[in-house]
Every structure is written in structure tokens, then in C-alpha cells.
């Protein structure tokens, strides 16, 4: 049987959601095509994380309309979402310390796969299998046993994006994912989302560290003061006005600049 898939897997009409009189996200709309890897930029307070806690649920849309995979998910709770195959990993590392780290990602496995009624009380072999394979996929199944807290904090970054990858997602939200690590960590990073995107996972991504977006996305929405302010390619990006200035600055978009031109 073949499904009806449409093409854009995550479409924000007119979004806005206000903290008192004040816009966190002001009338956004962009969409995310299925298999696409999409970057969201901006300065501190812009309004990149309360934007994903709209989309994810966790905070109810004041104005405007979420469409996941076909359907209005505007009123959608963060469980439901995650039940239709919408992912996040969040901006800091949160894990049950006293658990291991496969521990940790069947939690993830098992409730965060498919709608039920009722909460598993068992483990199944397939949710097992599943936690198992997101380990893998991280690079982290020899260390499944050791106690998560034990882990340095790459891992236990790794072991977020796991526990979301056990939920078997159509969609990635990833909230600045190589934030405080270094220059070799976000390398290793990056492999993996690099390798989750050729296998075919659509990612929708927030990011301060540029040289990782502009390698890793081919469109890129900036925002500002809840408001989008930029769309577009990442040589697009380094050469637009607006975004130097707010953002950017001049010596960040030449060095950007000569970096796409390089590779
Ligand atoms: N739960 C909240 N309650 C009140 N204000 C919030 C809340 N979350 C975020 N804000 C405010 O919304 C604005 C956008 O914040 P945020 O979405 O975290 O920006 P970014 O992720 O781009 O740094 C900031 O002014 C922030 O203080
Ligand atoms: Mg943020």
C-alpha cells in the first residue's frame, strides 16, 4: 500500500505566541519539505526556542496554524506530537542520572513510539531493538551499559538525540546542538546529523555556531526580535544587508563567505 505523503512535512502559517504584550514569534511562516535539513539562526532572544516550543507543543500558538504530515497540529500536545513522528532534542542535556544510558533511551523507546492508551508495562523485544539501533546509530552501543551520568557531556548529548531517535521520528527538531562543545566534538556531531539526514530523517535545526549551519543546510531562516528577517541559501545569508548588520557582523560574513566559497 502506498501512503499519501505530502511534500511539506512541516508548514507554520502566520505563527505568533505572546509572553504578555510582548511577541516571542511574531507572524512566522516557512515550511520544511520532507528529507530537507533546514537551519534557524538569530541573535540571543530572538525567539528560535519558544518558535520549537510552539511547533512541539509545548506552548500553545496565540495566533496562526501548525501543520505536521498532513495534518493541524496547532492544538496538538507535546505527547501526540512525538506520537505522530515529530522529535526534539533540547538546548541542555537533561537524563535520568541514576539510570544507564540504554536505560535512558528505551524510556524514549517506549514511550515515545506510536499512540497508546495505555503506557507499556513490559518491554518488548522491538522496543529493546529500537533503543538498541538509536545507540548504534550514535555511535554509543559499546558504552550502553555505564551509568549515563558517568558519560562526558558529548555522550550524554549523543544520548539525547538517541533517546529522540528511538521514537523512530519522520522529523528532528534539534535545539542548538553543538553548543558549548568544541571544535572536534561538533565535528562528531555533526557526522551524525550528517549521516541522519542522508538516511533520510527531515531536520529542522537551531544553531549559533555558523560554520556548522551553512555546511550542514542548504536553506536557512534567520529571525530577529520574533520576526523571520532572512530565508534562504547560505551565500545568500552571508551577503545579505539585514543579517550582517543584526546579526552576523561584517568579519563573521567575510570569514562565512570565503568558507562557501572553499568548499
Ligand atoms: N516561558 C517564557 N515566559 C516568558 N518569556 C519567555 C519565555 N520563554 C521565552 N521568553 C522570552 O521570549 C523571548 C525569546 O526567547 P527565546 O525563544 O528563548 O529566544 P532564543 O531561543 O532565540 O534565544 C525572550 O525575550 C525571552 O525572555
Ligand atoms: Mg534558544
Redesign the pocket.
Known sequence: MTTDRPSSLLSCRSVSKY??A?A?VKTISFDVRVGEIVGIG??????????F?VIAGL?PADEGAIFFNGEDVTSASPQELCHRGLARVFQSVVAFDSMTLRENVVIGAAYGHRLRFVPPLMLDRDTLERADRALDTVGLLDRANVPIASLPVLDRKLAMFASALATEPLMLLLDEPVGGLNPAEADRVMAVVRSLAEGGLTILL?EHVMRFMVQLCRRIII?QH?EKIYEGSSEGMVRDPTVVSVYLGSATARRLFHFLAAS
Open positions: 509572553y504578555g510582548m516571542a538569530g541573535p540571543n532572544g530572538a525567539g528560535k526556542t519558544s518558535l516550543d506552548q537551531i529571525m520574533g
